[in-house]
């Protein structure tokens, strides 16, 4: 056995090896088609897994054992093993896909075909397209309701939020929301809907049982003009109180108060500030900052970012493993 | 005189075939976006499907010879800035399908002797407000000036002319294309972070040449740029298929742009003649930048930034081409009032003109922020590309020009410098 092959089974024993608490970070890198593995103990890159071309959407499987990743220049879903770090298979997704979302059951995956007006659904087990959605023009971020029984996608030029029966897979309502819609994130108890708008510079917050934007979240950062506040990704805390909101070339994320709704703070991270992920224990978000190439750690009970983390070129997605 | 009409047609790019010769006349099209059908598939909340709002959008064009290029990579088109239009008109009705929307496009062109001022007359006569001028000034003043166009809102998709941004601006025209300023400025800011700051211009002899040459020689001013020396192109315009050809060019070019020390090569041919020549053949080994070599531009195939892959992807999958900057900028219109008539949810022309003029308006159009039309001239905001031949070079406004407003004011006539009086 050569020394590079037992240093790479080392290292893998090493990330194998870990410590129950220390997550393992995942990384999408859009321009090095690449996924970078960070250790969350030591916050460095521990591996990088080469993958098919334009990675951005990043989604864990039901039991965390697998990854799945949209390559939109490849049409297709790469399928990574969170134990070896390879590419162990490879799934049909439709014409470029970028975002998707697993349905909580596991089984089904909807992707977002960016260039195709549609919404596709991807049986994981069989591996196969069982259903095309229409939705309009530039479909983007997809999220599903805490029971799978409503999916909602956003399409960029459209800017609308389609409500989608999980069901029969038919457009139950359109919900218009400001300019060139991204994220699509419901709240844990299922009751609303947040939804990004990065050229409106807003972020909506839809009721999902009346399909009503009740209130509408705008950012005013100091010093940043307001063309740059450009809203991605969401996140929020489990027990509902707390709502992180990335803005895009502002290079910050916002904190908000969801029942006030009034923001907190704006932590400064990186350069174009992509997307979140929070730690499963709540203690980390984690930030893609596509255009410093690296993520920011922001360290949720001293309230600051604590540090930055130099991954792939332009990196975009994040997903976090305990 | 015979006309060109131009036919709509589903799916399938624009070929030789989908265009047909009429009888000389004025004549009109209409294309109406179908996908009225989808309303059923898209559930309950395509609200009024019953009784669709149709708002409908003029597009005017004059007959008159396709352009043609001196790069022979670049196709003989007769359908630029119309196929932008037809886009617009589908995406438009993409989203308005979910509203109870549709989207209506008349296509009218103008024989070449023809007056315009008819067609805005007979446009106005079948209900249309909204106009998108795919007209040079003159014509331009012309359809503006007509008496039936004072309710109308004219959007100009390709006069990038200053003076109609000033002193000849008009009350009802909004001006998506940017202006020759807005270029100039864009390029000279470029220029000027990376410090090649002392200039040569070569100007050809056609009148929108020496405009952008105006722009250029005001930019240079404005942006720190000294012009060592200029030239005007005299040699003789010659057929772009010639053979050997290049043996005439490699003995013209290198001691026609020999003269003072310069960083850079500044080239005003608007017309097309020669610009595409003086890459390679100047006596200095010098970049080239202007109308040819590194190019400010609203539009490019080489950029892919901030979703453009799926514009270019839409439109070439339409017009079996790839999208010019007429085309966009026709686009960007339609895209316009389809914006309006969805934040609205009207279909009355003036309220969607008082909004796409009004402080709420921001247009998408893949230049990653939300543009907006200056108040004092009707001009659109927006980031200008700087498009080198096979990649995209860089993006002004650059970083550090500031402004106290919004950094897209950099470039062309800011507020106090404007001469428009409306």
């Known amino acids: 056995m050569t020394m590079m092959a037992r240093a790479g089974l080392a290292l893998l024993g090493a990330v194998m090896a870990l410590p129950a608490s220390a997550d393992t970070i995942f990384v999408s890198n859009e321009k090095s088609n690449t996924i970078s593995v960070v250790d969350g103990d030591k916050l460095t890159v521990i591996s990088t897994i080469k993958v098919s071309r334009r990675p951005r959407g990043i989604t864990f499987n039901a039991d965390m054992t697998r990854i799945y990743v949209c390559s939109g220049d490849d049409n297709r879903i790469d399928v990574v093993d969170t134990a070896t770090l390879k590419v162990v298979d490879r799934m049909p997704s439709g014409k470029d896909p970028e975002l998707f979302v697993l349905e909580p059951a596991g089984r089904l995956l909807y992707i977002a075909n960016e260039d195709d007006n549609m919404v596709s659904v991807l049986d994981t087990s069989a591996k196969k397209i069982i259903g095309e959605i229409p939705v309009g023009v530039e479909p983007e971020g997809m999220g599903i309701s805490p029971d799978g029984k409503i999916l909602v996608n956003t399409s960029e030029t459209t800017n609308m939020a389609h409500f989608i029966d999980t069901a029969s897979h038919k457009v139950v309502d359109n919900v218009l929301v400001d300019s060139r819609p991204r994220v699509a994130q419901f709240t844990h108890d299922g009751r609303f809907v947040w939804v990004s708008s990065e050229l409106g510079g807003t972020v909506s917050v839809i009721d999902a049982a009346t399909r009503k934007v009740v209130h509408k979240i705008s950012f005013a950062v100091q010093g940043v003009a307001k063309e740059a506040i450009q809203p991605v990704g969401i996140q929020l805390t489990r027990d509902g109180k707390r709502a992180f909101v990335a803005l895009g070339p502002a290079n910050r994320v916002a904190e908000i108060d969801v029942e006030s709704r009034e923001i907190k703070k704006y932590h400064l991270v990186g350069q174009r500030v992509w997307n979140l992920a929070l730690s499963p224990d709540e203690k980390r978000l984690y930030t893609t900052n596509g255009v410093s190439n690296d993520m920011s750690v922001l360290d949720m009970e001293r309230g600051k970012v604590i540090k930055s983390v130099g991954v792939g070129g332009a990196p975009w997605g994040v997903i976090v493993k305990p | ?422």
């Open chain 2, 1 to 422: 005189m015979p006309i060109w009409l131009q036919t709509p047609h589903e799916n399938g790019a624009v070929g030789e075939d989908a265009r047909r010769m009429v009888k000389p006349a004025l004549h009109t099209l209409r294309f109406l976006a179908r996908l009225l059908l989808a309303g059923a598939v898209f559930g309950a909340s395509a609200a009024g499907a019953a009784d669709p709002q149709v708002i409908r959008i003029g597009y005017l064009t004059r007959e008159e010879e396709p352009r043609i290029p001196q790069t022979f990579l670049e196709p003989v088109a007769d359908d630029e800035g119309v196929q932008g239009a037809r886009l617009g008109i589908a995406d438009n009705a993409t989203t308005g399908r979910f509203l109870g929307q549709s989207f209506e496009l008349v296509e009218t062109v103008v024989p070449a002797d023809g007056r315009v001022e008819d067609a805005v007359r007979e446009l106005a006569g079948q209900g249309i407000r909204l106009l998108v001028a795919d007209l040079r000034a003159d014509a331009l003043l012309a359809a503006a000036a007509a008496p039936e166009a004072r309710d109308m809102l004219i959007f100009n998709t390709r006069a990038p002319d200053d003076d109609l941004r000033n002193e000849r601006c008009r009350a009802n025209v909004l001006h998506v294309t940017p202006s020759r300023r807005m270029l100039a400025d864009a390029l000279a800011q470029y220029l000027a972070q990376r410090r090649w700051t002392t200039w040569m211009l070569i100007v050809g002899r056609a009148p929108e040449d020496a405009a952008y040459a105006e722009a250029l020689r005001r930019a240079a001013k404005r942006y720190g740029a000294k012009i060592a020396e200029e030239k005007t192109w005299t040699f003789e315009d010659t057929n772009r298929r010639v053979d050997t050809g290049h043996v005439t060019i490699q003995s013209e070019i290198p001691p026609f742009t020999q003269g003072r020390e310069h960083d850079v090569l500044v080239v005003a041919d608007e017309a097309d003649v020669f610009g595409e020549q003086l890459p390679y053949h100047t006596w200095s080994p010098r970049p080239v930048a202007g109308t040819h070599g590194l190019v400010p531009t609203a539009w490019s195939r080489v950029h892919e930034q901030w979703g453009a892959t799926q514009l270019h992807s839409r439109f070439e999958r339409q017009a079996g081409r790839w999208m010019r900057p007429r085309d966009y900028t026709a686009w960007m219109a339609m895209r316009a009032v389809g914006e309006a008539a969805t934040r609205t949810r009207s279909n009355d022309a003036a309220a969607l003109a008082t909004f796409i003029k009004g402080p709420d308006f921001a247009l998408p159009a893949f230049k990653g922020q939300g543009l907006t039309f200056r108040e004092w001239d009707g001009q659109l905001r927006q980031p200008v590309l700087l498009a080198g031949p096979r990649t995209l070079v860089s993006v002004s406004p650059q970083p550090g020009f500031l402004h106290q407003f919004s950094e897209l004011d950099t470039l062309g006539d800011d507020r106090p410098e404007s001469r428009c009086r409306r």
